[in-house]
Nanobody, 120 residues
Framework: QVQLVESGGGLVQPGGSLRLSCAIS????????MGWYRQAPGKQRELVAV???????MYADSVKGRFTISRDNAKNTVTLQMSSLKPEDTAVYYC??????????????WGQGTQVTVSS
């Protein structure tokens, strides 16, 4: 059984920063890639950042240069540092593990998500 708990969302002004955290429990983590996704109202959930089991990172073009994903295997946590936030970053953010090491096979495990709202 895998449990995911996201936190750190909130209301921030354009240009501001937020740090999201995801705590993972269960039999899946250090050997698996992890991803942060987001879903805006009326839109499909999209993958915004991936970190492999080896620590390599990949980002959607829309967030490249502004978001940074990291992981702490000792604490079973994944973090998404977001800066230079834009109104179009407004969404519910979710973390989710992959079944593989590099981020090709989504697991389908989800937490409750954390709301990020970027507005003046």
């Amino acid at each position: 059984q895998v449990q995911l708990v996201e936190s750190g969302g909130g209301l921030v002004q354009p240009g501001g920063s937020l740090r999201l955290s995801c705590a993972i429990s269960g039999s899946i983590f250090s050997m698996n890639a992890m991803g942060w996704y987001r879903q805006a109202p009326g839109k499909q959930r999209e993958l915004v950042a991936v970190i492999t089991s080896g620590g390599s990172t990949m980002y959607a073009d829309s967030v490249k240069g502004r978001f940074t994903i990291s992981r702490d295997n000792a604490k079973n946590t994944v973090t998404l540092q977001m800066s230079s936030l834009k109104p179009e970053d407004t969404a519910v953010y979710y973390c989710s593990p992959f079944r593989d090491r590099v981020g090709r096979d989504p697991s389908g495990y989800w937490g409750q998500g954390t709301q990020v709202t970027v507005s003046s």
